[in-house]
């Protein structure tokens, strides 16, 4: 089975910061990746899908990179209703969650 | 639009089965050749998938936790369903169901707390 090594696995940021959150496969899964934001209480909802696709809605301070085993979340200017956990999760076979990473406010 | 419902037991007992039940409303459980998860997070914890169904009935599994797996759908109902046996405090979570990412439907989930 395919493992997801998220890192960092927590991180303080500044409203305006830029932030980025890296996503390791543990063998090539082509760009079968989507990125989750998770707030609590709330299920999570997706980002991004196929590694760089901008779900529908969701704002363009978003971007996803990556292909074979490296991937990276993007956020371009944090907002306060960006402080959430944001988990990939690999579906090139089965489905993988990475660890998460929460982003906190500095 | 499609809308996912969790139903079951909040609280079942060490040792025995614990069954969930997942409504799809506003669409077809058949249309389209997607898949159906149930994804677990225990409190305080990440994600886990536990697996996913197709409509045909072909199921994939978690290896980890296939052993003790039972994923179903009922078309005539449009539901799916999870049974996971012999639980122990470490099935103690909040259970998701969800299609696939790139439609990204969830339900609103259901604690799950497995207690004597």
């Known amino acids: 089975d395919i493992q997801m090594t998220q890192s960092p696995s927590s991180l303080s940021a500044s409203v305006g910061d830029r932030v980025t959150i890296t996503c390791r496969a543990s063998?090539?899964?082509?760009?079968?990746l989507a990125w989750f934001q998770q707030k609590p209480g709330k299920a999570p909802k997706s980002l991004i899908y196929?590694?760089?696709s901008l779900q529908s809605g969701v704002p363009s301070k978003f971007s996803g990179s990556g292909s074979g085993t490296d991937f990276t979340l993007t956020i371009s200017s944090l907002q306060p209703e960006d402080f959430a956990t944001y988990y990939c999760?690999?579906?090139?076979?089965?489905?993988?969650f990475g660890g998460g990473t929460k982003v906190e406010i500095k | 639009q499609v809308q996912l419902q969790e139903s079951g037991p909040g609280l079942v007992k060490p040792s025995q089965t614990l069954s969930l039940t997942c409504t799809v409303s506003?669409?077809?459980?058949?249309?389209?050749?997607?898949?159906w998860s149930w994804i677990r997070q225990p409190p305080g914890k990440g994600l886990e998938w536990i697996g996913y169904?197709?409509?045909?009935?072909?199921?994939y599994y978690n290896p980890s936790l296939k052993s003790r797996v039972t994923i179903s759908v009922d078309t005539s109902k449009n539901q799916f369903s999870l049974k996971l046996s012999s639980v122990t405090a470490a099935d103690t979570a909040v259970y998701y169901c969800?299609?696939?990412?790139?439609?990204?439907?969830w339900g609103q989930g259901t604690m799950v707390t497995v207690s004597s």
């Open positions: 196929a590694a760089s």
């Open positions: 169904i197709y409509y045909s009935g072909s199921t």
């Open positions: 506003g669409g077809s459980i058949s249309s389209g050749d997607y898949y």
């Open positions: 999760q690999q579906y090139n076979s089965g489905l993988t």
């Open positions: 063998q090539g899964i082509s760009n079968y």
């Open positions: 969800a299609s696939d990412p790139v439609r990204d439907i």
